[in-house]
Nanobody, 115 residues
Framework: QVQLVESGGGLVQPGGSLRLSCVAS????????MAWYRQAPGKQRELVAA???????NYEDFVKGRFTISRDNAKNTVYLQMNSLKPEDTAVYYC?????????WGQGTQVTVSS
């Protein structure tokens, strides 16, 4: 069983920055597909960014140039650095791991961008 714990969310003003962290149980970060999703009120959950086992990065167009996904294998942690935040980035952000054919989710962390 894989457990994922997100942290780092909060309230930030437009133009500000936050760094989300996702700590995984076990050494899965380095060799598996890891991703960040988000879900705004009344909307479907959507992919934000992903990092493949080989290191390939993928970003959705609405975050390109603003968000950066990275991982620290020694800490079993995936990060999402979010810069130039906009009110439309407000959502619950979830970490996802694909591991041995299964899909695992964290509990989510709330990000609110508002003045």
């Amino acid at each position: 069983q894989v457990q994922l714990v997100e942290s780092g969310g909060g309230l930030v003003q437009p133009g500000g920055s936050l760094r989300l962290s996702c700590v995984a149980s076990g050494s899965i970060v380095s060799s598996n597909y890891m991703a960040w999703y988000r879900q705004a009120p009344g909307k479907q959950r959507e992919l934000v960014a992903a990092i493949a086992s080989g290191g390939r990065l993928n970003y959705e167009d609405f975050v390109k140039g603003r968000f950066t996904i990275s991982r620290d294998n020694a800490k079993n942690t995936v990060y999402l650095q979010m810069n130039s935040l906009k009110p439309e980035d407000t959502a619950v952000y979830y970490c996802k791991a694909d591991y041995l054919g299964g899909h695992y989710w964290g509990q989510g962390t709330q990000v609110t961008v508002s003045s």
